[in-house]
């Protein structure tokens, strides 16, 4: 079946960077896009953006630019965020999720994983 | 951007009773989908393309709309519903979710 296995919570210092990573199994990895989302309570969900495994292509969502940057390791079916210049702003938990193509929604998700920002 | 409003923000039903829960989308969408998140755990697709069930949701469950407004309906309210449900849009960018109705059980 599929399954979609996020590496484990992150302290992380004001100003440092953090990779998270998301490891797949159960679909055909190299022909899909997946996502990344962000869940702080009250503000809701928020799309971080899409890779396309296949070649690398992305696309962010705008607020996320500078922010966000997402890749795939297509050997070991695993997608990839890494996020820079930590605020506490940041701190949330953040989810990779597959996306389907249109009309776009988010089929498998992984577990989460809460990124704390403290020095 | 297109910013989705989904109302109640919170709601409570009895065993039996029959709840729907509204999205309405700032601009037209061609779809809604909606997941469905319990605590301390990730959302699930549970409807998409407006009406179409996930796999494994009962199908008391129902999904309707088109333009900007958009509903999801439980026939018949269980235990098991009790949980926070958000739509989402995927028909421009960026994609948007709605910030949720959290369902309780009354």
């Known amino acids: 079946q599929v399954k979609l296995l996020q590496s484990g919570a992150e302290l992380v210092k004001p100003g440092a960077s953090v990779k998270l990573s998301c490891k797949t199994s159960?679909?055909?990895?190299?022909?899909?896009?997946m996502s990344w989302l962000k869940q702080v309570p009250g503000p809701s969900i928020e799309w971080i953006g899409w890779?396309?495994?296949?070649?690398?292509?992305?696309n962010y969502n705008q607020k996320f630019k500078g922010k966000a940057t997402l890749t795939v390791d297509k050997s070991s079916s695993t997608a990839y965020m890494d996020l820079s210049s930590l605020t506490s702003e940041d701190a949330a938990v953040y989810f990779c999720?597959?996306?389907?193509?249109?009309?776009?929604?988010?089929?498998?998700w992984g577990q989460g994983v809460m990124v704390t920002v403290s020095s | 951007e297109i910013v989705l409003t989904q109302s109640p923000t919170t709601m409570a039903a009895s065993p039996g009773e029959k709840v729907t829960l509204t999205c309405r989308a700032s601009?037209?969408?061609?779809?809604m989908h909606w997941y469905q998140q319990r605590s301390g755990a990730s959302p699930k697709l549970w409807i998409y393309?407006?009406?179409k069930l996930a796999s494994g949701v009962p199908n008391r469950f129902s999904g309707s709309g088109s333009g900007t407004s958009y509903s999801l309906t439980i026939n018949s309210m269980e235990t098991e519903d009790a949980a926070t449900y958000y739509c989402?849009?995927?028909?421009?960018?960026?994609?948007?979710f709605g910030s949720g109705t959290k369902l309780e059980i009354k």
């Open positions: 999720a597959r996306l389907t193509g249109r009309p776009n929604y988010f089929d498998y």
């Open positions: 159960g679909f055909t990895f190299s022909t899909s896009y």
């Open positions: 890779i396309y495994a296949g070649d690398g292509g992305t």
């Open positions: 601009s037209s969408v061609s779809y």
């Open positions: 393309e407006t009406s």
């Open positions: 989402q849009q995927g028909s421009s960018y960026p994609f948007t």
